[in-house]
């Protein structure tokens, strides 16, 4: 996963960079807020670990702000010298954990994939094939039908498709699509994206009247939601049976 770490102190920081490294995560540096939420409009990032004080904003000012840029971002402040009322400041600002300095590492790991596992997306499962109302997914033919008729995915395209239906109504960010879509070429562009998610709104009728929306996040991602009454989830022998025909 992608985390920003707000951190003044340049030596703690090399240190937290080289543990969630170590631990199998990105890490980008700002050594203050204001320069991580100038960063933060252009970019997306899964979890912000943040210094109480962190140069030019306190950590209070900084989550609010973050939030209204990345929705939802999990962050764990960091505290030297942890304080009840700084402590309890930090949360009621939105804070989900609070680690004091200099940071364990197996204790700092373990708290970064626990949040991540919170409030991170959920992967598609490993199952053969995976039915969401009118839509099933072939994973082993990578293949998707449409109230029993087949529908014609690019390989990305379906590992898109499936990544939105197993997180519906949870936020995924253009970070996480681009770690479970294009595993192997992280360096992807944002129209890319914005292009295959018109692609899938299209081919797979992503329309409220079908009893889906699929919505872009300014500056984030995308979200799919089920809307209405339309999309009633279909009775046993009848969709299903000719969705199976069809796969």
Known sequence: MRIALIEPDRRHAEMVVRLLFAGGHACQHFISGKSFLAHAVGETFDLLLTDIRPGDLAAEDVIPLARQILPGLPVIVLMTVPRESEIVASLRAGADDCLSKPVRGPEMLARVDALLRRAGV??????????????????????????????????????????????????????????????????????????????????????????????????????????????????????????????
């Open 122 to 247: 959920l992967r598609p499962s490993n199952r053969p094939r995976n039915v969401f109302g009118d839509y099933a997914f072939d994973t082993s033919g990578g293949v998707v039908a449409f109230r029993g008729e087949r529908v014609e995915l690019t390989p990305k395209e379906f590992l898109f498709a499936l990544l939105l239906f197993t997180n519906l109504s949870r936020p995924v960010s253009r970070a996480q699509i681009r770690e479970n879509v294009w595993t192997h070429s992280r360096d992807v562009k944002s129209r890319t994206l914005d292009t295959h998610a018109c692609r899938l709104r299209a081919k797979l009728q992503l329309r409220p009247e079908n009893g889906y929306s699929l919505t872009p996040l300014y500056g984030y991602g995308y979200q799919l939601d089920r809307v209405g009454a339309a999309h009633a989830d279909p009775q046993p022998g009848s969709v299903n049976e000719r969705i199976t025909e069809t796969l």
